[in-house]
């Protein structure tokens, strides 16, 4: 059921607003009565591993669905950002978090720690920045847990490979997995979506996705702050650990497109720049991409975080007899479909006209009431599928040669290889700046495509 969106999840979803019911009471009921994968009286224990907003907005979530859950451990490097999930979640669902002290993980193994403290057929939301998502996915599926994972979800080839890998084994041990690719539950979307794959505007010839705004935020390194604490607190700033503006940021648009076209790009080419950023990070602060799909139709990608430049959050497709939006912008998503390509009112043939809808809690209503009924749910491979593309055009856009789809699946550039031997937040960070606060920069021709 979807629920009324709480304070703490604010900071990312205020422009949410409470939508109709996404289950009928009967399968409700029946969600609560079946109690499939779950405690003796059907409760599901969650544990949160990655504390920062996207992970306290999902458990928010998570904890809003309906039947017994609690939340009963949490995992972070960060002691702060831990202990300030835990105080608003606490908060905000006094009954249903049961985090005491020793449940409560700092390091980098408290994903180990928080895993453990769930039965099998628990349930746990890994939401700390995409370098590490393969191995707290591959960990948690061994452990027999089911999974919400956040986007993104790897930051290289390797990485993608590894959750596909851990996916199929997921899905031979009947485990659920879902993951943070919200709009595909959004009911308006699916709606624009079907009538365009029903051939409403003819065969889609070229898509473009835009999300351009303000910088991405940086905080300067802090007294005494250890290099790797630094970065992960910027986590967004380090392509190691999010895989670039581009990828982190555009992940949804270019999963909507795609799924529109029913298609995964073939080729991406394209060009990448730092144009006024200066801050002490990785970041290129604009990103051009063209995708081509095998049947020669195109999607356009345009990402750039710079001030005071034109901001658009949308996306366009054009078909052989007709157009569609499938966002306006990130706050009103108002889906809609034209004749021909001159999108103003007389030319608009349908638009979405029920409740605003809430994808961010319906995703976990689904996922909830698949591990209640026992029924098949597994996102893994179009999730990583998406990922991939995201890749790819940063891939073509950073080395500046085009990158195939197999040549991008195929690729051993690891961005941050042997991530598994951190320990401590005073182990050596990936990426180090040079004797002048500067971090290495991606450009071509120095930036390897595969």
């Not at 059907?42 to 949160?48: C, P």
């Not at 290889?417 to 990936?430: K, W, Y």
């Amino acid at each position: 059921m979807n629920l009324p969106m709480n304070s703490i999840t604010s900071n990312r979803r205020s422009f949410l607003k409470t939508s109709a019911t996404a289950m009928t009471a009967a399968a409700l009921t029946r969600a609560i009565e079946v109690g499939a994968h779950t405690g003796e009286d059907g409760t599901i224990d969650v544990a949160l591993v990655g504390c920062g907003g996207r992970g306290t907005g999902a458990v928010a979530n998570a904890l809003s669905t309906q039947g017994p859950v609690r939340l009963v451990a949490m995992a972070d490097v960060l002691g702060p950002r831990l202990e300030g999930s835990h105080d608003a979640l606490k908060k905000q669902f006094a009954e249903r978090t049961q985090v005491p002290p020793d449940q409560r993980f700092l390091g980098f193994d408290a994903f180990k720690k928080a895993i453990d403290c769930l039965p099998k057929g628990g349930l746990v939301v890994l939401a700390t920045p995409a370098g590490f998502r393969p191995i707290h996915f591959e960990y948690a599926v061994e452990r027999g847990v089911h999974v919400f994972m956040e986007k993104s979800f790897a930051v290289d080839a390797p990485g993608i490979r590894r959750v596909l890998r851990a996916g199929e084994v997921a899905k031979q041990k009947n485990l659920k997995v879902a993951t943070g690719l919200m709009w595909r539950h959004d009911k308006p979307r699916q709606e624009a979506i079907r009538r365009i794959h029903d051939g409403a505007i003819g065969e889609l010839i070229l898509l473009r996705t835009y999300r351009m705004h303000g910088a991405v935020g940086f905080t300067p390194r802090q007294t005494g702050e250890p290099e790797l604490a630094h970065q992960i607190r910027n986590y967004s700033c380090f392509n190691w650990l999010n895989a670039s503006f581009f990828v982190d940021w555009l992940i949804h648009n270019i999963d909507v497109c795609c799924w529109a076209k029913n298609a995964w790009p073939v080729l991406a080419q394209g060009h990448g720049a730092r144009v006024a950023r200066t801050e002490a990070d990785q970041m290129l602060d604009d990103y051009v991409v063209e995708y081509s799909f095998a049947d020669g139709a195109r999607l356009f990608a345009q990402g750039r975080h710079i001030n005071r430049t034109w901001d658009a959050f949308t996306d366009v497709v054009q078909g052989t007899k007709g157009s569609a939006v499938l966002m306006e912008s990130l706050s009103a998503p108002k889906p809609r479909l034209y004749r021909g390509h001159v999108q103003t009112p007389e030319h608009e043939t349908w638009r979405w006209k029920g409740e605003p809808w809430e994808p961010y809690q319906a995703e976990h209503d689904e996922l909830f009431a698949a591990i209640r009924n026992d029924t098949p749910y597994n996102e893994t491979e179009r999730s990583a599928q998406a990922c991939l593309v995201s890749i790819m055009g940063r891939m073509a856009a950073e080395s500046g040669q085009p990158v195939t789809y197999d040549q991008a699946m195929a690729s051993m550039v690891e961005l941050a290889p042997g991530l598994e031997r951190i320990q401590t937040l005073d182990d050596p960070a990936p990426v180090q700046a040079n004797p002048y606060g500067r971090y290495p920069i991606p450009t071509p021709p120095q930036a390897a495509a595969v």
